[in-house]
C-alpha cells in the first residue's frame, strides 16, 4: 500500500522560498505511468494542483505559478520536493503530495498525503 507523507517548516516568512517534501512508502517514484503532484487549498477555498514530476522525471507546472515552482526528486530517498519562491501571505495553505495516473489532480483519493499547513507570515 503506497503512502504518501509531506514535511515542511509550518511557518515561513514572505518573500522566502517554501520547501516542502514528501516521502513515499510501499512504492517507488520511478514506477511506470504515476505522477505525482503537489496540491494546496488556502483557507476557505477550493483545491489548486501546483505540479507534478512524472515517473521518468519529466516536470509539469500550473501556468499561473510556473515562475516560482520548481518540484524535484531523489530517488535513492523515494522523495520529492516542492519549492516555491517569493512566497506571500496568498500562498498560506494546506499542501498535500499525491500519486495519481493523471498529471493535474485536484479530488483526494486514498493516494494523498494527509496535507501540512503552511502559513505565510512575518
Known amino acids: 500500500q503506497v503512502q504518501l507523507q509531506e514535511s515542511g517548516p509550518g511557518l515561513v516568512k514572505p518573500s522566502q522560498t517554501l520547501s516542502l517534501t514528501c516521502t513515499v512508502s510501499g512504492g517507488s517514484i520511478t514506477t511506470n505511468s504515476y505522477y505525482w503532484s503537489w496540491i494546496r487549498q488556502p483557507p476557505g477555498k477550493g483545491m489548486e494542483w501546483m505540479g507534478a514530476?512524472?515517473?521518468?522525471?519529466?516536470?509539469y507546472y500550473s501556468p499561473s505559478l510556473k515562475s516560482r515552482i520548481s518540484i524535484s526528486r531523489d530517488t535513492s530517498k523515494n522523495q520529492f520536493t516542492l519549492q516555491l519562491s517569493s512566497v506571500t501571505p496568498q500562498d498560506t495553505a494546506v499542501y498535500y503530495c499525491?500519486?495519481?495516473?493523471?498529471?493535474?489532480?485536484?479530488?483526494?483519493?486514498?493516494?494523498w498525503g494527509q496535507g501540512t499547513h503552511i502559513t505565510v507570515s512575518s
Open positions: 514530476i512524472a515517473y521518468n522525471g519529466i516536470t
Open positions: 499525491a500519486r495519481d495516473v493523471e498529471v493535474v489532480v485536484i479530488t483526494p483519493h486514498k493516494y
